[in-house]
Structure formats: C-alpha cells, structure tokens
C-alpha cells in the first residue's frame, strides 16, 4: 500500500478483523489455508488426522477416510475394504506398519500401510472377536506390541502378530490385587507406562504388569471430566476438562487445579474433540472457546485463527507434521494447515495492535520493545513477551529512531516530535508534509518532506531540523549509506548528500519516463537499488559517476509496483509490493504472498524493517508479519508436493 503524497491527505482504511478487545494480550494469528470439498474432502466435519510414514496425510470425517497426495484430497472406501459410509473416529499406526481404524462401532485394519507408495492399494478387513460399544468417542493409541483403544469407558488391546496379522481385541488386565478402572475418560502412553483419567476424577499410573498408582485430583468439578490427557515425563501427567487442568506429579504427590482462561460453555457438547498437544517447542496446545492457546508452563496464550477464513469453528483436531506445520481439524469447515509455522508469526488488532494497517517500525536500542506505527496511532511491542501496548493516537506513516536512542515520530500533518525515552521528555518541531524520517550513522537525522530535505544535528537537539538550501524539491525515500551518506529521491532525480552541507552528486538520466521511485536501497558502496511504479532499477556508480542504470528483471509472480524495499544482513533484498515480497538472495527471485503466511499481499509503503536478531518485520493492509526465520522461511517457500502418475509418489522439487 502506498502513502498518498501527492494531494497531502492522510488515507485512512481500517481493516476490522475483530472487535476492539483489551489491548495488553498476549496472542498473535497463525496464517492459515483452508483445504474442504472444493479440495477433495466432501465431507468437511474433520475427526481424526494422522501422517504416515511414506509422507501422505490421512483424514478421518465424520463420513469417511481420505488421503492427501500433495494436491487434493481422495476418499478411501470400498474398493479397498472400508464401508461406503461412516462416522470414523481413531487413526494408529501399529508397531508392524499394519494401519488400524475406528469407526464408532467397529474397527478395520490393513497391512503395510507406512510402507505403501499409494493409498488405494491398501486392503482393509474388520477385526472380530469382541463386541464392541457404540462410541462416538472412541480412541486408539499405539503401544508396545500393539494398540489401546477405548471401548465406552473401558480399554482394549489389540496385538499385533507378525508383519501383516493384526490380533482379536482383548480386554485390559491388571495385576493381581489391582484393577483397572472401568469409568475411564481419557488415556495417553508414555514410554512404557500407561496414564488414565476417570469419570470419577483419579489420575491414574501403570507400567509392566500394570500395577495401578491412582490419585484423586484437588477441585471437584462438577458435570466436567477430564476428557484429555498429555504426559510430561515418566512421573507428570496434564488432564484438562472444558474449564479446568490439573498437573499431576506422582513423584511429589502433588496435584495442581487450575481454572482455563479463554473457556466458557463453546466445548460442552464437543468435549470429546479436546485434545492437549506438545509442540516442537515444548508448549503445551490446546482449544479455548474462539480458537487455540498455547501454554508455557507458566502461562496461557491465545492464538488466533483470522477471521475471514475460520469464523472460530469447533476445532476437533490436530496434526503437527515432520515440517512442523499443523494441520487443524474443524467441525464443518474442513481441515486448515498453518503456512510456515515458527517461520511466520503475524499480528492485528485482535493482537492488540491499534490498526490493521502498519506502515512503520523502529527498535530505539537492543533489548528495548519495538515501535510500530499504525494509521491509527504508535504501539510498542515487547518481542521477549509478546505483548502490545498502544503509545498514543494519529496517523504514523513513518517513525525512526537516532543513535542516541531518542523515538522520531510525526504528529499531524506539520509536526515531528523527538522523545527522549529515558526521561519522556518531549521536542516538537514544525515540519510540513513529512514523508519518511532517514536516521544517520551519528548524530545525523534526515527529513524528507514535500518542501525538500530537512537535517538535524542531535548534538545541537534545541536547534532542530532545517532544510537543505540546495534540494528545495519534493523527496520521497531515501536512505544513509556505511559511509553515512544520504541517497535520497527527488522526482526521478537521485541525490548524494553529506552532512552538514556537502552536496556530492545528482543523477538523473536513468528512469523509464513514467517512472515514480517510492523506495531505495544500498547494497554497497557501489550498488544502488531503487523501487517504484514499474519495477526496480540497480545503479552502479564510482565517486561522483554514474557507471551504468539497468532495469532488472523480475519474476512474473512478482508484483511491479514496488513501495518498500531492505538489504539485510544476509545480502538479500527484499522488495514489498501489492502482490506480497518479492526476495533476492543466492542468486534467485523468490515470491511469497498469503499461501506463504502473510496476512495480506498489499505491503505499506516503508513497511519492511530488519530488527537486530536478522528477522524481518512487514507491514501490511491487514496487520504486521513477523519472519521470525527468514533462512527457514526461504528453504520451505518453494517446496512443493507433486503427484507422480505412475506410482503415486510424493516428489520434493524446488
């Protein structure tokens, strides 16, 4: 998105994602995709998922078994041995490969299925020997030579014999003098022991012969049971109930009680889709009534699924895959992956942020929150915490921050104020039409405005900014080189300045004719890389000459009307366009949009900042996004699953 300059007038569009909710939070959105019939899932009420371990995704519904190759979805069904219909409710890999699957009334098996190059080759038979209950919650989870699965409130374990045999259904035995409940809720696996919770609020503990160690949990609640189970380690186990967790460490003898935030009525009736799930990080995730959180062992953190794709849907389950990206199951909306996962983190108003729309950043010292300036005012965000609070109100198209640590900001349309942030005290200068604040590498401060280019000395701060009589011209972007040289716009000219008044050069046979540059870059002491209405231009200059201009090609996915533009760390350049970021770097373009997790593919002009850890920061028309890994980010974006037509395999090609 670009900042009006032309007619002066403050363009104000807001992006309403969420009501207006308190601001001191602690959440970001995960960028999702949606995948439902329109790719192959014709039934949308996601049940159960499980990754296999020749790569292909399985979904059970509430109608049925499909698979995913990459592209879309394809139903299983009874060309390969499985009912034409029905509610499937479990997945599990055996310890033999052989793929096991629970209806609410019977289960199937086939063999060799982490194995399999292709999906339709397996065969299913029905297992027999048992009568089982009509569950509509049942579960199955591997262990040791076999599988557990629920049946109503009791458990059973299903053998494996052999390579390609799959056992009768036994019941569960304890040893003599223990039993094991019969009102079980939940169960989980740990290594070899084996965790339950029960209807009557024990948490219970066995391993080898299974001797049960049970606890009564502390808080007695009341028409709630704990409907899921995560084990920590050997002696600690998390249950959770619609409202309620307990920690329970069997070591210690200690039990914790704890009411969820985020959780009010929205799981009643769905309690048997709740799940708690260890990520990568070692979080714990979870359902609250309006999406996910996560928790750190401390405390609980919402995470947003955005609005216009997720309408906050029943979430019933959830896949982390070998990328780390998680795959949600929803009831009625099909099933979402998140892009880029740990890669991409992005933030709006429901964040917590003022405005959708971000134009600028600035971090004034390492380790300090970082400055963000909306249509609607000035955030600071404490990247160690994640949280956002709101500064002041008005437009803030452009902010920066000097070398002595004092906050630049404009205010209005003919005010930019200085503020000292270890004293808040605060200097207002009269400055008209300003476009983009240029800190130096010293004490330099550089004002682009319509009037021309302004220049500030802070070891002179009373004096404040004044215009350099010899560029009385309009400038739009600029910025200070290694040698703390200003390279500034102005028309299709391209100005060389030093401080305090030392005009160097001034090119400007280079441009197409219609040609606006919005933004600018140096790569070296020699590379120059400008941006604007129709694409980009590379100069290399020596001195005062100007060797050679050449306009550079870009990739045809990559938008041409560039507004914003950063050389990192890395030696790459990134470019913001209205079609997303357009990256050079090894040699490549590379184009990312919303399929790779930006909350928008219109950039705010200025909006691309590279904050001190190497990550990127982009702002956009619907909030800011976060690289929080660009090398990550780099290596996942052009990956992409293809379908062989002979075998059916899954292809990683870049």
């Known amino acids: 998105m670009k900042y009006s300059v032309k007619n002066h007038k403050i363009l104000l569009i807001i992006w309403i994602l969420f009501p207006v ?35 292909f995704l399985l979904v059970g519904t509430q109608n049925g078994i499909y698979f995913y190759d990459g592209i879309e979805f394809q139903r299983l069904g009874q060309e390969q041995g499985l009912p034409y219909s029905g509610n499937i409710q479990s997945l599990t890999i055996m310890g033999n490969g052989s793929l096991l699957i629970a209806y609410h009334d019977r289960m199937f098996a086939a063999a060799n299925a982490s194995i399999i190059d292709n999906p339709t080759k397996l065969r299913f038979r029905p297992l027999v020997g048992i009568q089982l209950i009509d569950d509509l919650a049942r579960r199955i989870v591997r262990w040791r030579d076999g599988v557990l699965a629920t049946n109503g409130f009791s458990l059973v374990f299903i053998k494996a014999e052999g390579s390609t045999v799959i056992g009768r259904p036994q019941p569960v035995e304890a040893v003599p003098g223990s039993a094991v409940p019969s009102d079980i809720t939940a169960f989980s696996t740990y290594n070899d022991f084996l965790w339950l919770a029960t209807r009557s609020g024990q948490v219970c503990r066995a391993r080898g012969e299974l001797k049960f160690l049970c606890v009564k949990t502390t808080g007695g609640i009341a028409d709630e049971y704990w409907m899921t189970l995560a084990v920590k380690d050997n002696d600690t186990a998390i249950t959770r109930s619609t409202r309620h967790f307990s920690i329970i460490n069997l070591k210690n003898k200690t039990t914790t009680f704890t009411r969820l935030p985020y959780t009010e009525h929205r799981y009643d009736f769905y309690d048997h889709f709740l799940f708690l799930t260890w990520t990568p990080k070692g979080k714990l995730l979870t359902q ?8 750190d062992g401390k405390n609980w953190r919402r995470l ?3 609005e216009e794709q997720a309408n906050f849907p029943i979430i019933t389950s959830l896949l982390f895959d070998q990328s780390q990206t998680i795959w949600i199951g929803t009831l009625g909306q099909g099933l979402a992956r998140t892009l880029n996962y740990n890669s991409v983190e992005n933030w709006g108003k429901q964040d917590g942020l003022t405005n959708d729309l971000v134009w600028s950043f600035t971090r004034p010292a390492a380790n300090s929150p970082l ?3 909306t249509d609607a005012g000035v955030d600071r965000l404490d990247s160690r915490i994640e949280r956002i609070v709101p500064f002041r109100s008005g437009t ?11 906050l630049w900001l404009p205010e209005g349309a003919e005010v930019v104020t200085r503020l000292d942030l270890k004293d808040n005290t605060e200097h207002r200068f009269r400055l008209v039409h300003l476009n983009q604040i240029v800190p130096g590498h010293s004490n330099d401060m550089w004002f682009l405005t319509r009037q021309g280019i302004f220049h500030s000395d802070n070891q002179n701060p009373e004096i404040g900014p004044r215009l350099l009589e010899d560029l009385p011209q309009p400038s739009i972007t600029g910025i200070v080189d290694d040698d703390n040289i200003l390279w500034a716009t102005q028309g299709q000219k391209i100005v060389e300045f030093k401080a305090p008044n030392q005009l160097i050069s001034k090119s400007s046979k280079c441009f197409a004719p219609f040609f606006e540059p919005d933004a600018i870059i140096t790569r070296n002491h020699k590379e120059i890389w400008i941006g604007g209405t129709s694409g980009i231009y590379r100069l290399i200059h020596q001195g005062n000459s100007l060797l050679s201009c050449e306009e550079i090609t870009l990739p045809k996915e990559s938008g041409t009307n560039i507004v914003a533009m950063l050389h990192d760390k890395r030696d790459w350049i990134w470019a913001g366009t209205d079609r997303g970021l357009s990256l050079f770097a090894n040699g490549r373009w590379y184009v990312f949009d919303t399929n790779a997790g930006l909350p928008s593919n ?19 028309s619907h909030g800011l996004s976060h690289i929080c890994n660009p090398k990550a980010f780099l290596e996942k974006e052009p990956i992409r699953i293809f379908v062989g037509s002979a075998k059916l395999a899954l292809l990683w090609q870049n």
Do not use: H
Not at 45 to 53: A, E, H, N, S
Not at 288 to 295: A, H, I, K, S, V
Not at 400 to 406: E, Y
């Open 21 to 55: 909710i308190c601001p001191n939070i602690y959440a970001k959105t995960l960028p999702i995709k949606y995948y439902d019939d329109q790719k192959g899932i014709d039934n949308t009420v996601i049940t159960c998922q499980l990754r296999i371990g020749n790569g």
């Open 288 to 295: 609250r009534d309006d999406g996910l959180m996560d928790w």
């Open 304 to 306: 947003f699924l955005p």
């Open 371 to 373: 400055w963000i300036g």
């Open 396 to 406: 803030t198209y452009t902010l920066a921050s000097d070398q002595q640590g004092n």
């Open 602 to 620: 219109d950039v705010s002009q200025g909006g691309l900042y590279q904050d001190e850890d190497g990550s990127i920061w982009v702002g956009t």
